[in-house]
């Protein structure tokens, strides 16, 4: 039962955010999907024992590459899906709780948690970088090397009937 109330304000948080962030009314519940799905595998792998900053990083990992699927599949671009879809990964009360601490003259809490805001923070970054280089990777792999205008250009002499 706490999965799906956790999918389903995970759900609702990034949706929201899809529309903070101005993304198109039809994409606006797939932004949704994506942040659910990203914080649906950062919560399974903490409940196994996960690190925060691995489970951050599989999250934004499945965000990207569920972001680049419907950037495809809706013709949109993928930051729509990607800005919104991290959001519940971000450590936002971490840093709050960084700058408490130093406002507080606790440096050393506050080095602790602005480490850990930093590490989780990076690998965000990390798994949305791998993913786009790995599905660059498989779609070049695809296109056999080739350019998206080589590809167009085939695409549209075959139309034409000029098989060469």
């Given at each position: 039962m706490e999965i799906i109330l956790q999918l389903i304000f995970s759900f609702i948080f990034t949706a929201c955010f899809g529309v903070i962030f101005n993304a198109p009314t039809k994409a606006i519940p797939y932004c949704g999907l994506v942040g659910s799905i990203g914080w649906l595998v950062y919560y399974v792998l903490m409940d196994y024992g996960v690190t925060e900053v691995q489970s951050s990083f599989l999250g934004a990992f499945v965000i990207a590459i569920v972001a680049q699927i419907f950037a495809r599949r809706f013709k949109m671009p993928m930051i729509i899906f990607n800005v919104?879809?991290?959001?519940?990964?971000?450590?936002?009360?971490?840093?709050?709780?960084?700058?408490?601490?130093?406002?507080?003259?606790?440096?050393?809490?506050?080095?602790?948690?602005?480490?850990?805001?930093?590490?989780?923070?990076?690998?965000?970054?990390?798994?949305?970088?791998?993913a786009e280089v790995i599905i660059q990777l498989v779609m070049r792999m695809f296109n056999k090397g080739k350019t998206s205008m080589q590809t167009y250009a085939r695409a549209k002499r075959r139309q034409k009937g000029d098989f060469s």
């Amino acid at each position: 039962m706490e999965i799906i109330l956790q999918l389903i304000f995970s759900f609702i948080f990034t949706a929201c955010f899809g529309v903070i962030f101005n993304a198109p009314t039809k994409a606006i519940p797939y932004c949704g999907l994506v942040g659910s799905i990203g914080w649906l595998v950062y919560y399974v792998l903490m409940d196994y024992g996960v690190t925060e900053v691995q489970s951050s990083f599989l999250g934004a990992f499945v965000i990207a590459i569920v972001a680049q699927i419907f950037a495809r599949r809706f013709k949109m671009p993928m930051i729509i899906f990607n800005v919104s879809g991290i959001i519940p990964l971000v450590p936002g009360g971490i840093a709050y709780n960084t700058m408490r601490n130093i406002v507080e003259l606790d440096y050393n809490l506050g080095i602790q948690n602005g480490m850990r805001a930093f590490m989780i923070s990076g690998a965000i970054a990390m798994g949305l970088v791998f993913a786009e280089v790995i599905i660059q990777l498989v779609m070049r792999m695809f296109n056999k090397g080739k350019t998206s205008m080589q590809t167009y250009a085939r695409a549209k002499r075959r139309q034409k009937g000029d098989f060469s």
